[in-house]
């Protein structure tokens, strides 16, 4: 069973974004959110909000009990939204174009499932 959280129009750069995500990607809910906690990015807090709405939506949608331990960050991707158009004043009366990128935040959480042991 899986959940997923999508967080739209983050006013940070997805390469900002993609080096704080590349920590956290498959590793246990728990683990991730320590990893996060000590971490001095402020794309850090977002990420963080993200995975545990998933981890409630898998609450809402799942009937059966399960351990917070049991969950894995399956898959957590930064994509690129729709960037602000800017123009900053350069000299001899030119203008320059400013990029103010945002970011698409998709975090899927799923159970980990038992081991079999043969």
Known sequence: ???????KHIRSSPLKMRRVINLVRGRSVPE???ILDYMPQQATEVVEKTIRSAVYNLMNKQDERFDEGELTVKEIRADE???FKRYRARA???AAPIRKRTTHLTVVVAVREPEEVA
């Open 81 to 83: 939204g729709p960037a």
């Open 32 to 34: 991730a959110v320590a």
């Open 1 to 7: 069973m899986e959940a997923r959280a999508v967080r």
């Open 92 to 94: 001899r009366g030119r």
